[in-house]
């Protein structure tokens, strides 16, 4: 019994520990806070699958800050048959990746300020977010 309780604290501790080193680093090294400036010209990685995940990035993986207006390359990684990747924003700007499709696909974007959404379509109500553009 005694071995029991042993092995129970030890688990217990470990996974104190574990949870304590979650965190990642506080210095807030390579991340873009929403009050940086994404640069024009930025590369910008979208995500979608292959669970019910939809994400839009630097092409470094970096949190996007405000975009700067300008010129964007938008790489997406569509990586489930079940969902699409379909950005609308200002000026007419409506790309998307098609259902039944996985791949990579890129778009050139000349983005403006305001408010740009992106979404799957099927699943819209659970998978989307936005981002602005401002300057």
């Known amino acids: ?26 210095d807030g ?10 640069p024009a010209g930025t590369a910008l990685k979208g995500s979608v699958g292959p669970g019910f995940v939809i994400s839009v990035t630097t ?9 700067a207006p300008g010129s964007y390359e938008l790489e997406v990684e569509d990586l489930a048959s079940i969902h699409n990747f379909h950005l609308t924003g200002p000026s007419g700007v409506d790309v998307s990746t098609s259902v039944g499709e996985e791949g990579m696909e890129s778009f050139q974007l000349e983005l403006e300020a305001g408010t740009y959404n992106f979404v799957c379509d099927p699943h819209a109500s659970s998978m989307n977010g936005s981002f602005e553009v401002s300057g």
């Open 29 to 38: 090294a390579g991340t873009t806070t929403p009050t940086e400036t994404t």
């Open 59 to 67: 092409a470094t993986g970096e949190a996007l800050g405000t975009l």
């Open 1 to 26: 019994m005694k071995g029991m309780r042993v092995t129970l604290a030890v688990a217990v501790a470990l996974v104190a520990l574990g949870v304590a080193g979650c965190g990642g680093d506080d």
